[in-house]
């Protein structure tokens, strides 16, 4: 599934992350096709979308982090934002706000 970018009139910043729904899991996330790399925001949506049509399935579609690691598959990397530490991958790794207080 091909994302335009776009959702709900924002912008999608793709950042360089990728994930792929691991076939397996397939008929717990309808909508999303499993094995087709797409960048880790676009998914996010989509996830989100899944639970706010369902709330039953948080817990089961999520876990710790939004994008379960034991039903996606994730490749690349995303240059992080100015502020943010460096040597973490993802922005819920920080521990603390950017240094410019954004």
């Known amino acids: 599934m091909a994302s335009s970018g776009r959702k709900r009139g ?3 910043e793709p950042r360089g992350r990728e994930a792929r729904l691991r076939s397996e899991f397939g008929y717990l996330y309808p ?3 499993p094995g087709s790399w797409t960048p ?3 998914l996010i ?3 989100v979308t899944l639970l706010y ?3 039953s399935k948080s817990g089961v579609i999520t876990g710790s982090r939004l994008l379960r690691e034991d039903h996606f ?3 690349g990397s995303s240059p992080r934002p100015k502020g943010w ?3 973490l991958s993802r922005m819920s790794d920080a ?5 410019d207080g954004h």
Do not use: M, Y
Not at 95 to 99: E, F, G, T, V, Y
């Open 73 to 75: 598959e994730f490749r």
């Open 53 to 55: 049509g369902d709330s």
């Open 10 to 12: 924002k912008a999608v």
């Open 45 to 47: 949506n989509q996830v």
């Open 40 to 42: 880790v925001e676009s």
């Open 95 to 99: 521990s603390a706000a950017p240094k």
């Open 85 to 87: 530490p460096e040597e």
């Open 31 to 33: 909508g999303i096709e």
